[in-house]
């Protein structure tokens, strides 16, 4: 009988990562798609009916191309980090909350924590491993957003935490049958987003690929698969990320069609600031962390703290 739960737990985990990829597969063309017609032109439509196969044939082509290398870069770190990056956020997806089947984190929230903080490492080898200095820049400047945006996405997660008293992600469905977190917590969620667009590096935060000044940043020197694979993880992350939001904030896990739609109103939410926004500036990032995310993430966990211990 352990032998078969063992194996069931293994089927579900190559099922789960068969999703993820086709997800993020997917999650590309969206993003192509809404990038187009945000742009007035139409975007991928040639291959399979309205382009619905573009993202395979993109994947074929990466990964039959030739991987080149430079000559000074430093080939174990740079061969392996964007194989390690993958690896780190296909890990997070074991944080989903089922309710059967699969592994239950009583700790998830600590775990995610723990898995996120090594991403920036990644990042940082893959930038400094290349000996380029643009992709140098690029990985010292992810490494400083992305540690401080960590701080204040930790203290936004205490207040969450606080409530459910709980670092297990099942007890946020439970305590969310009422009314959503999101009600009660709107200037945290606004700061919760724009956190996750800085921990993945998206536009107005993508200072680690900052084309107009970096070239490419710290992918540049990267082609085939190892692009194919940081390109993978960034997009992995940020449906990840969109999970955890809807997790937190909007009703917790649920086995529905109405939690994959929220999902993906959040990820679509990620697209869109991409095609409104312009990068923001280095300074006025750091700025935003420490002097207007920090202070209200302090104060909100005060707030709850206070009303926690007034309530008991």
């Known amino acids: ?4 739960d063992l194996l069931m737990i293994m089927i579900g985990l190559i099922i789960l990562i068969l999703g993820v990829l086709i997800g993020v597969a997917f999650l590309t063309l969206l993003e192509r798609k809404v990038l187009s017609y945000i742009q007035i032109r139409k975007g991928p439509n040639k291959v399979g009916f309205m382009g619905l196969l573009q993202p395979f044939s993109d994947a074929i082509k990466l990964f039959t191309k030739e991987s080149t ?23 997070l997806w074991l944080l989903i909350p089922y309710m059967f089947n699969m592994i239950c984190f009583n700790l998830g929230i600590l775990f995610f924590f723990c898995l996120t903080s090594m991403g ?15 992709a140098l820049l690029g990985g010292l400047r992810s490494v400083a957003q992305t540690i401080s945006y960590e701080v204040s996405m930790a203290l936004i997660f205490m207040s969450v935490i606080l409530m459910i008293m709980n670092f ?27 956190s996750m667009l800085a921990e993945t590096n998206r536009t107005p935060f993508d200072f680690a690929e900052g084309e107009s000044e970096l070239v490419s940043g710290f992918n540049i020197e990267y082609s085939s698969g190892g692009f194919a694979l940081i390109f993978l993880a960034e997009y992995s992350s940020i449906l990840f990320m969109s999970m955890m939001f809807v997790i937190m904030y909007m009703g917790g896990y649920e086995l ?5 739609l929220k999902l993906s109103m959040i990820a679509f939410l990620f697209i869109w600031v991409r095609g ?21 993430s302090l104060n909100y966990l005060l707030l709850f703290l206070g009303l926690k211990i007034f309530l008991l």
């Open 69 to 91: 290398y430079p000559n000074f870069s430093n080939y174990f770190c740079y061969y392996f980090s964007p194989i390690f990056s993958f690896m780190l956020f296909l890990l």
């Open 168 to 194: 297990n992600l099942l007890f946020l469905n439970i305590y969310q049958e009422i009314i959503w977190f999101l009600f009660f917590m709107i200037p945290l969620g606004l700061c919760m987003f724009s």
């Open 276 to 296: 409104t926004l312009p990068r923001y500036r280095y300074d006025k990032l750091m700025y935003l962390a420490w002097k207007m995310y920090l202070p209200i």
């Open 120 to 134: 920036v490492y990644t990042v940082m080898i893959a930038g400094w491993s290349s000996n380029s200095n643009y």
């Open 256 to 260: 529905n069609l109405f939690f994959y």
């Open 1 to 4: 009988m352990y032998n078969l």
